[in-house]
Each structure stands twice: as structure tokens, then as C-alpha cells.
T-cell receptor, first 116, second 113 residues
């Protein structure tokens, strides 16, 4: 149990569907992250939210739309995805405050997404 | 970005110490070294991190050389459940007070019975 819960664990969707991935952290952290892990490729940072404000968008296509309603919840809304978007999507959280910039990120177990 | 170099794979006998090396020769003075591992079908798990002193927690020990150009993660008594990909990462500031973890390919540690 890492304190970061992602749902669903597995998702299969067609290219024209709209779905959302959910992440919830129970660690009292104030920053949350979305990462993408494609087969045999390193993890890629997608989005960063700090105190509910998006502070980084790592050139992610607009078919991925993040939402952070509060510091404990993070969503990734998906629409008109492509087959190459099939991957493991990981959520992470960390505490950022003042000089505490060295605190580690804690990850959920991800959502395995398959695009048909 | 300070890049890291790790061997692609290592083997270790169950019950023995596993010593995983990492080179980070371009690390700058205020960059931390982090270690994570990823067991198949799970998210990365934080293990330990340090700046320049050796660190120990309930999972592992981190030994950083005096010049900080390399480090070693030590699992004192490896078990079969320690079989995973281990990532050595140097923290990079991505702006403001956020930071980016740049994952490489890591080392696949296989613990054998």
C-alpha cells in the first residue's frame, strides 16, 4: 500500500471513446503528477500539479486533459486516443514546501490502458 | 541534467547482499541521488535518497562516493521479492519548486533461490 490509489487498474477503449482515469492520494501531499510508461520505454512525465495548479505540461497532446479539483485527487480525461497511446499511466504525489524540494514521489500501481 | 549509468542486469543469490552500482559523473552540488524499483505490473516504489552522506533505512543502504560521481544501493539480505528493475535517478529542477524524475532503463536485478 503506497498511499496512492489509481482506478481503474485496467481499461480497454476504442479510439472514439471518452474515459477518465482517477488518482487519489492519502499522504497529505500537495503535488501530484501523471507519468506514461510505454512498453520498453522509460517513464515519461506528462503533467505536474502543485497546490492544484498545473505547473508543467510536458508537450502532451490535447487528447489528454488533466484535472486536479483538490490536492488529493487527480484525473486524466481521455478522448479520441490513438493506438500508440496504449501504455501504463502512473500517478504520483509528493510534498513540496519551502526548501523541502528533495522529498520523494510516491507512485500508484497505474492504469493499464489499451486502445483498440 | 546529470545522467546516470547502470548495468542492464545483475544476479544475486537469495539471502546474500545485492550491491547495485550507479555512475553519475556529471552530478552537480545540489542534486540528490534517488533510488526506486519497479516490480512487474506495479508502479515504481521509492527506496532511498541522499545528497552526499551515506543513508540507511529499513529497506536498503545508499553509499555515495566522496566525489559524488557514483553510488551503490545495498540490499543487505536479498529475497525473491526483491527481483525488480532498480532505477538510479538524479533529481532535476523542472522549474519553480517542482522537480522532475527522469527515469532511465535501470538495472534488472534477479534474485535466485
Amino acid at each position: 500500500e503506497t498511499g496512492v490509489t489509481q482506478t481503474p487498474r485496467h481499461l480497454v477503449m476504442g479510439m472514439t471513446n471518452k474515459k477518465s482515469l482517477k488518482c487519489e492520494q492519502h499522504l497529505g501531499h500537495n503535488a501530484m503528477y501523471w507519468y506514461k510508461q510505454s512498453a520498453k520505454k522509460p517513464l515519461e512525465l506528462m503533467f505536474v500539479y502543485n497546490f492544484k495548479e498545473q505547473t508543467e505540461n510536458n508537450s502532451v497532446p490535447s487528447r489528454f486533459s488533466p484535472e486536479c479539483p483538490n490536492s488529493s485527487h487527480l484525473f486524466l480525461h481521455l478522448h479520441t486516443l490513438q493506438p500508440e497511446d496504449s501504455a501504463l499511466y502512473l500517478c504520483a504525489s509528493s510534498q513540496i514546501a519551502g526548501t523541502a524540494f528533495n522529498q520523494p514521489q510516491h507512485f500508484g500501481d497505474g492504469t493499464r490502458l489499451s486502445i483498440l | 541534467d546529470a545522467k546516470t549509468t547502470q548495468p542492464p542486469s545483475m544476479d544475486c543469490a537469495e539471502g546474500r547482499a545485492a550491491n547495485l552500482p550507479c555512475n553519475h559523473s556529471t552530478i552537480s552540488g545540489n542534486e540528490y541521488v534517488y533510488w526506486y524499483r519497479q516490480i512487474h505490473s506495479q508502479g515504481p516504489q521509492y527506496i532511498i535518497h541522499g545528497l552526499k552522506n551515506n543513508e540507511t533505512n529499513e529497506m536498503a543502504s545508499l553509499i555515495i562516493t566522496e566525489d559524488r560521481k557514483s553510488s551503490t544501493l545495498i540490499l543487505p539480505h536479498a529475497t525473491l521479492r526483491d527481483t525488480a528493475v532498480y532505477y538510479c535517478i538524479v533529481r532535476v529542477n523542472s522549474g519553480g519548486s517542482n522537480y522532475k524524475l527522469t527515469f532511465g532503463k535501470g538495472t534488472l536485478l534477479t534474485v535466485n533461490p
